[in-house]
T-cell receptor, first 117, second 117 residues
Framework: GAGVSQSPSNKVTEKGKDVELRCDPISGHTALYWYRQSLGQGLEFLIYFQGNSAPDKSGLPSDRFSAERTGGSVSTLTIQRTQQEDSAVYLC???????????????FGSGTQLSVL | AQKVTQAQTEISVVEKEDVTLDCVYETRDTTYYLFWYKQPPSGELVFLIRRNSFDEQNEISGRYSWNFQKSTSSFNFTITASQVVDSAVYFCALSEAGSGGYQKVTFGIGTKLQVIP
């Protein structure tokens, strides 16, 4: 597709289960970001990928959160042993940005609404 | 550290009124970029404008205008003659080089604008 694709669009899970969220960026975009959007919290940075490497994982809330990116394309965000406070919209964005570039606009997906019961 | 403050969490205006969304940022860098994004009810964030730290010229695009004042670290967004379609959450963002020179983008909490017909 032409835009950033995220799946699933909605995920309901039980506390303690693991979940995987997928992001398919725009073809050719080297940079990929994960953000979390909670009510009243704005967009919280989670992790950034340049190619398959993650030079900045500083936003991951705990070691239950992990992410990978393969082939410089698709990324998966995994949350293990989900907790109710993990409920939020998880947004993925991509851009052409490379090291030394700071002016690129981000293209966002529609997000995954995660609900932990 | 970088920080973006959007003090107005929610604003309601009547259609055709003008409205200004405030954004104040903090950074120690001399080179940075500022952005505004719009998130309509459908959920996907869309880029509106980008401004670099060396260009303080105001910009107008149709009913939208942006006022960048480096002296007050502000990048405010004005919608003239608001319309119902302007109802959305608007995010201000600061982009600068993270560790290793990648593009680190920090978002404000967002301002929810409701335009009442």
């Amino acid at each position: 597709g032409a835009g950033v694709s995220q799946s699933p669009s909605n995920k309901v899970t039980e506390k303690g289960k693991d979940v995987e969220l997928r992001c398919d960026p725009i073809s050719g975009h080297t940079a990929l970001y994960w953000y979390r959007q909670s009510l009243g919290q704005g967009l919280e940075f989670l992790i950034y990928f340049q190619g398959n490497s993650a030079p900045d994982k500083s936003g991951l809330p705990s070691d239950r959160f992990s992410a990978e990116r393969t082939g410089g394309s698709v990324s998966t965000l995994t949350i293990q042993r989900t907790q109710q406070e993990d409920s939020a919209v998880y947004l993925c964005a991509s851009s052409f940005s490379r090291v030394g570039w700071t002016n690129e606009k981000l293209f966002f997906g529609s997000g995954t609404q995660l609900s932990v019961l | 550290a970088q920080k973006v403050t959007q003090a107005q969490t929610e604003i309601s205006v009547v259609e055709k009124e003008d409205v200004t969304l405030d954004c104040v940022y903090e950074t120690r860098d001399t080179t940075y970029y500022l952005f505004w994004y719009k998130q309509p009810p459908s959920g996907e964030l869309v880029f509106l404008i980008r401004r670099n730290s060396f260009d303080e010229q105001n910009e107008i695009s149709g009913r939208y205008s942006w006022n960048f004042q480096k002296s007050t670290s502000s990048f405010n967004f004005t919608i003239t003659a608001s319309q119902v379609v302007d109802s959305a959450v608007y995010f201000c963002a600061l982009s600068e080089a993270g560790s290793g020179g990648y593009q680190k983008v920090t978002f404000g909490i967002g301002t929810k604008l409701q335009v009442i017909p």
